[in-house]
């Protein structure tokens, strides 16, 4: 059996999430977009944290609201339609919380998703990329080495979410280079652990708030416990970890381009050329449909992956079908609506240039868009 409308608890909780993002969101968005450097503002993490919004996703048991992946998504399209980049800060604790479920031990779940879950706003970040290993990931030269009954871990990695900010990391380094994929292992490394520094922060076309850096390790010594799970393991749990985000960064992709949809609709119908509102011209209307059902798709794919999760089914190749189509639909939609709003639309008074700016991220991060039509394609 196959549903496509939400019950009446998922619609409650679009309520909930869609009036906290208009409440807490949307009237700070702007002001984030526009600081001089992409901004991180612990206020709003400590209302998000307050509301639930950083542990929706984290299982009840570890202090979550434990919420399925459909749920998820339903919170995260309004969270993304209000303001991807904020949106962004809590992506980047969602990605801790999936290779702690995927990879951790019991122990360590317990310690740190309910770190995460705590009501004081904690985020977390994981630190995969480097300045020379971007979508290759076996080019990690990050290393820990044993000494003793602790790991020193000396490396750095580049453009992470949340980075200088985060009350633990996960980062993924190698423990014999030769051994490449085989070698490399996540390791839970504290945010305040000692020769832990933020670097560069990167200055951002969009997604301006939330921050991204990078986190410089220089001999950080950390217990061996804090290697995550099993030794030899991290690549995997890097992959089923991006796999289980894959849906919740392509919904993101749905709310940035209904937000867009919306306000170019509404203001076709209220700009009157040539005697009559814009929108009754079939070449605006047409462009205004495809829209609408390019969205519907992305939507509908989106929810097909997370339904695939949350019924223990594979999903691995409907995930990274969603992740493309979403993607290149807020990029599209988002530069459609541009268009259509004329001069209007390419102003910074509107958020239209925004959601293109912050679209535009989609489709590179956790898997470039090419990433996950190899993925796609092995499959095939
Ligand atoms: C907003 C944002 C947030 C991010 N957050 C994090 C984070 O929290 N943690 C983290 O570790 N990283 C993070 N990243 C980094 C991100 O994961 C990388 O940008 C991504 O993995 C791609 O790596 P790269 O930028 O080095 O591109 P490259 O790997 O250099 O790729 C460049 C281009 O070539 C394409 N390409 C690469 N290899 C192939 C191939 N074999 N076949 C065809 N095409 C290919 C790519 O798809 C891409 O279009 C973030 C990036 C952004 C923009």
């Known amino acids: 059996m196959i549903g496509f409308t939400l019950t009446e608890e998922q619609l409650a909780l679009q309520k909930t999430a869609r009036d906290f993002a208009d409440k807490y969101m949307r009237p700070y968005a702007r002001e984030l977009d526009r600081m001089p450097s992409p901004h991180f503002d612990w206020k709003i993490i400590d209302r998000f944290a307050a509301h639930g919004m950083l542990s929706f996703f984290i299982p009840k ?19 993304a339609a209000a303001c991807d980049g ?14 702690l479920k995927v990879g951790g031990t019991e122990e360590q779940k317990r310690k740190y998703l309910t770190l995460l879950s705590d009501k004081k706003g904690k985020v977390g970040a994981v630190g995969i990329t480097e300045p020379n290993a971007g979508s290759d990931m076996q080019s990690i030269s990050t290393r820990a080495i044993r000494d003793g009954d602790s790991y020193v871990i000396t490396g750095t990695k580049h453009y992470i ?17 030769a051994r490449k994929y085989a070698a ?8 305040d652990s000692p020769g832990l ?13 939330s921050q991204n850096g990078d986190v410089i ?37 749905v709310g940035i381009a209904r937000a867009a949809y919306e306000m170019a609709l509404e203001y076709s119908k209220k700009r009157i050329q040539f005697g009559r509102p814009i ?21 509908f794919m989106t929810w097909r992956a ?35 709003m004329g001069a209007v639309g390419y102003s910074r008074d509107l958020p239209i240039e925004k959601y293109f700016r912050d679209a535009k991220a989609l489709s590179v991060i956790e898997g470039g868009n090419e990433i996950q039509r190899s993925i796609v394609a092995e499959q095939l």
Do not use: W
């Open 217 to 253: 390790l220089d001999n950080v010594r950390v217990p061996a416990d804090n290697l995550l799970g099993r030794p030899g393991t991290g690549f995997l749990v890097a992959m089923q970890a991006m796999d289980l985000k894959r849906p919740l960064m392509a919904i993101c992709g």
């Open 197 to 209: 520094s933020l670097g560069k922060v990167e200055d951002k076309f969009g997604q301006r708030a």
């Open 61 to 79: 048991e570890y202090g979550g609201l434990g919420l399925d992946a459909v749920s998820c998504a339903i919170v995260c399209e309004e969270l």
């Open 279 to 299: 929108f009754h011209n079939q070449a605006v209307a047409f462009a205004l449909a495809d829209m609408a059902t390019q969205i519907d798709a992305a939507r």
């Open 306 to 340: 997370c339904h695939l999760i949350d019924q223990g089914l594979e999903f691995t190749r409907e995930a990274s079908m969603a992740k493309i189509v979403a993607s290149e639909c807020a990029a599209e939609v988002s530069s459609k609506a541009m268009h259509l």
């Open 86 to 99: 904020m949106q962004g800060v809590i992506s980047g604790s969602m990605l801790v919380a999936d290779c």
């Open 184 to 191: 490399l292992d996540f390791f839970i490394v504290p945010g």
């Open 161 to 177: 979410t949340n980075a200088g900010v985060a009350d633990i990391y996960l980062i993924l380094a190698t423990i014999d280079p």
